[in-house]
């Protein structure tokens, strides 16, 4: 399956934005779809995953609360809404996917064999 990600930007802190994931190539009914990010100097971290439904959903503690993960199947697009952003959100954001219908070990990404090439977010204080 071949991954798009775009919507990064420079924001203030407090602002909302919105990531999105375009994904084909492959049916996706099977497939658990994800968000990474990595800041610079530091390793990929795990953001949020869901199932191609939507039915199931994993955030890290770091976003919990003010991240939101939703799959459009209509549009084949999983996006990522960000609340409340913080400077220590700044990072760039990969998405992720691969088949996994029992959404098992969401956040480890040697789970995930497709990745989107990376859209960067800036918060800045």
């Known amino acids: 399956v071949q991954l798009q990600a775009f919507g990064g930007g420079l924001v203030q802190a407090g602002d909302s934005l919105r990531l999105s994931c375009a994904a084909s190539?492959?049916?996706?009914?099977?497939?658990?779809m994800a968000w990474f990010r990595q800041a610079p100097g530091e390793e990929r971290e795990f953001v949020a995953a869901?199932?191609?439904?939507?039915?199931?959903?994993s955030y890290s503690d770091s976003v919990k609360g003010r991240f939101t993960i939703a799959s459009d199947n209509a549009k084949n697009t999983v996006v990522l809404q960000m609340n409340s952003l913080k400077p220590e959100d700044t990072a760039t954001y990969y998405c992720a996917a691969d088949v996994n219908p029992l959404f098992r070990a969401v956040q480890y990404g040697k789970k995930y064999s497709s990745w989107g090439q990376g859209t960067k977010l800036t918060v800045s204080s």
């Open positions: 190539g492959r049916a996706l009914s099977r497939y658990v």
């Open positions: 869901i199932s191609w439904s939507g039915d199931r959903t």
